[in-house]
């Protein structure tokens, strides 16, 4: 680890400057770093997915991910818990910092199976358990050693809550997963992914399997959660972008084109490849 | 006539030849398989009584029984199942979930494929060598088992990869994603999720063993015995007491074995014991055949993506 800034002092030095103007007294809430990415590069066998992308992102603040299809979002993401580790060929170089820890995420020094202890993960597909209602949730605080029966409906009540899922299935916890609508699917899920209390959620595309009212129902799940945990959100929606996320990234073709306040990158952004992007001339 | 109506009566028509075709073929099958059964029923049925069960081989014909061979069919599937489950679920979920892929697990891949074509009786020439001489494990139910056991093991392996393979990446991600362990995904999930498959593939290799004739004949088996393995810690004839596993190094015949002894004995009467043994043998590998279909059924409608 080289010269890390000191996380403490509210005005991180990421690699790239994220803001148009130093975040000051106009920028409604100021964020401390939750992790930063430092010249990630990464390969799939020999080719390269990711290429030397540097940027930060803020803890309880959602930054989302855009992009044409291709472009290294959701390889990015996965590489925050280690998804990547599961096939074989993959290589990572470069740094992501979890902050307070200051552990690399993607060194040869932090085990996968922690880091996907910290780090959720929810899924473009849901893809609860065949299991019932109950045991989806439990899971992942069964990985962790919660064993007591009372502790765990607690967190599992919890967890379904903070999922906005409670009041629909709180009768039929022993029920199966596959029994529920496709967006209760996928907010049993991100109940799965919250369940465990990680330090950041992955979203790779939730609502992409998903029709506009069960949409609405994860976008303001997601804007809710954000009080509680740094979120990173792969969509290829960019209305959702603008919609949930605070902080956007622009990628193209495995590098990063411009990172910014969401706001700014909507409205003015920049670098021209990314203002072609959200007209919608390519991607 | 408009030329589409045409082309939609051709296609009609050939629509219907193919399912003529498909009905009479599969009538043929289903027809073939009746008249075995039917055919076993009318010669052997007269002679299906208890007694049947409960008698030894004899030089009559009316008083010969199945009972050796059918507690010998017992425990050689007995030993088959406890030795070839373990090892092809193993070898079937490290090659699936632990290998990596590269040449050596190829050529594994394609040996396993051929060892499931190979002859049996091979099996029996390489058992009475290795497990017979080697081993001196003699003609006993153990190698018996221990045979039929490798001639079954690639179907199992086959079954438990193809079991793990329809299993979608999707919930070894959403496992993984939790922060399970290689063996806890398997353990908490794939092997449930999988068991249905699985167990129906274990099910019909051991309906497959339990017709084989050719590798036991060639490790040894007896065509004609008189007596049970000892059961464990029994009082044997020669005054000793018998261990735990005695059994085990018990020599043995099994069904096939007897109702091929049966049919080439002169005499109707024989015939119709041989009869009544394969109408046995083949309600046997019905029965294994309908648990399989039941498991199944069950665990289709208990695992749905």
New interface residues.
């Given amino acids: 680890m080289v010269n890390t800034p000191p996380v403490e002092s509210l005005t991180p030095q990421p690699v790239m400057q994220p803001h148009s103007e130093p975040v000051g007294a106009d920028a409604p809430v100021v964020h401390p770093v939750k992790a930063e990415v430092r010249n990630l590069s990464f390969y799939y066998g020999s080719f390269k997915a990711v290429k030397n992308v540097s940027l930060p992102f803020y803890e309880k603040a959602v930054t989302a991910l855009i992009g044409p299809s291709g472009c290294g979002k959701t390889t990015l993401l996965r590489c925050f ?1 280690r ?1 990547h580790d ?1 096939y ?1 060929g993959n290589r990572y170089e470069g740094e992501i910092v979890l902050y307070p820890s200051r552990i690399n995420i993607v060194g040869p020094a932090a085990s996968p ?2 880091m ?2 910290r780090v ?2 929810v ?1 473009q ?1 849901p ?4 299991k019932s209602i109950f045991e989806n949730v439990a ?2 605080l069964r ?2 050693g919660v064993g007591g029966r009372s502790e765990l409906e607690a967190r599992v009540e919890q967890a379904l809550r903070g999922a906005a899922l409670w009041e629909e299935v709180k009768d039929r916890l022993r029920d199966g997963a ?1 029994g529920l609508s496709g967006g209760q699917q996928q907010r049993l ?1 991100i109940a ?2 919250l369940a ?1 209390e990680p330090e950041i959620v992955l979203f790779d595309e939730p609502t992409s399997a998903l029709d506009p009212i069960a949409t609405g129902k994860i976008e303001e799940l997601i804007d809710d959660l954000r009080q509680r945990v740094t979120i990173l959100i792969v969509t290829h929606n960019m209305q959702q972008a603008s919609r949930v996320s605070d902080y956007t990234a622009f990628m193209y073709l495995g590098e990063m084109i411009e990172y910014d306040r969401t706001a700014k990158i909507f409205t003015n952004p920049s670098k021209s490849l990314t203002e072609q992007y959200i007209s919608g001339r390519f991607g | 006539m408009r030329p589409i109506d045409h082309t939609i009566r051709r296609g009609q028509l050939q629509d219907l030849i193919f399912r003529v075709l498909g009905v009479s073929l599969l009538l043929l099958c289903l027809g073939t398989l009746g008249v075995l059964i039917f055919n076993l029923a009318h010669d052997g049925l007269s002679r299906l009584d208890l007694k049947f069960f409960s008698s030894f081989a004899s030089r009559h014909a009316d008083e010969a029984g199945i009972k050796a061979a059918w507690v010998g069919t017992a425990l050689i599937m007995l030993v088959t199942a406890l030795t070839a489950i373990p090892l092809g679920l193993a070898a079937g979920i490290y090659l699936e979930e632990y290998a990596r892929k590269n040449w050596f697990t190829g050529l594994i891949e394609i040996n396993i494929a051929n060892l499931a074509g190979v002859p049996s009786i091979i099996y029996g020439l390489m058992a009475l060598g290795l497990l017979v001489y080697k081993l001196n494990f003699g003609r006993s139910i153990l190698s018996g088992g221990v045979t039929l056991a490798f001639l079954i093991l690639p179907i199992v392996i086959v079954a438990t990869r193809e079991a793990l393979r329809s299993i979608p990446q999707s919930m070894r991600e959403a496992a993984y994603a939790l922060g399970a362990t290689r063996w806890q995904v398997i353990r908490h999930h794939l092997l449930p999720y999988s068991a249905g498959g699985i167990s129906t593939g274990v099910i019909i290799a051991l309906g497959r063993a339990i017709g084989e004739t050719a590798p036991l004949i060639t490790i040894g088996a007896l065509t004609y015995i008189a007596f049970l393995p000892p059961a464990p810690f029994s009082m044997m004839d020669s005054g000793h007491r018998a261990g735990a596993f005695s059994w085990l190094m018990t020599d043995f015949t099994v069904l096939p074995i007897q109702m091929f002894n049966w049919v080439s004995m002169p005499g109707e009467d024989f015939q119709a014991n041989a009869a009544a043994a394969g109408l046995v043998l083949m309600l046997a590998t019905l029965g294994i055949n309908a648990v399989a279909i039941g498991v199944r059924y069950r665990m289709r409608r208990r695992i749905k993506w």
Avoid at chain 1, 127 to 130: E, Q, R
């Fill in positions: 818990n998804m599961l074989p199976i922690e996907r202890m959720s993960m899924f597909k893809n609860p358990f065949p899971y992942g990985l962790r596959y899920c799965r992914a465990v």
